[in-house]
């Protein structure tokens, strides 16, 4: 007998997301099918290896004006470097995090490149693979569809 799929669910082009390990509330996200993975904005990216020879990255999340920027750098024990083409075709190397972000109140694992978006408009970038993973479509037309949802329930 075939397992019964969960019904694909339906999100703006843009969203208000969580990122619960990493204790950010409500970031607002682009949701782009022309992605493949999903990006997230940092800055002061660097790797430090401790007198153990274990490598770890550390990076600054957000920028000062999002509510839960506080400055603190962030370290990452598990990460990789890929090759990730961006909006221009430029294809740059750029470190790959796994980290949980939470849309219709559930948590979906999956990995973001990590580069400075300062000059985008939005910090964090959703692609398909997120897309696929949680089954999601994308109605252009409306936005916050996960968020509202929530506020819904959760009053």
């Not at 920027?69 to 430029?90: A, K, L, Q, V, Y």
Request: glycine letters at 6%; proline letters at 4%.
């Amino acid at each position: 007998m075939k397992k019964q799929r969960e019904p694909k669910r339906t999100v703006g082009r843009r969203e208000l997301v969580d990122f619960p390990e990493l204790q950010f509330w409500g970031v607002e996200a682009k949701v782009d099918t022309g992605a493949f993975t999903g990006a997230l904005h940092c800055s002061n990216i660097h790797e430090e290896t401790d007198e153990h020879g274990v490598t770890r990255l550390h990076v600054q999340l957000l920028d000062p004006s999002h509510p839960d920027f506080d400055g603190s750098p962030m370290t990452f024990d598990t990460f990789g470097m890929r090759d990730i083409r961006s909006s221009n075709g430029e294809v740059q190397q750029r470190y790959v995090i796994e980290a949980v972000i939470r849309l219709f109140g559930q948590d979906f694992t999956t990995e973001f490149s990590l580069s400075d978006r300062s000059d985008m408009k939005y910090p964090v970038l959703v692609g398909r693979v997120l897309l696929r993973q949680a089954r999601l479509v994308v109605d252009v037309a409306r936005r916050n569809v996960s968020y509202k949802l929530q506020r819904t329930l959760d009053s």
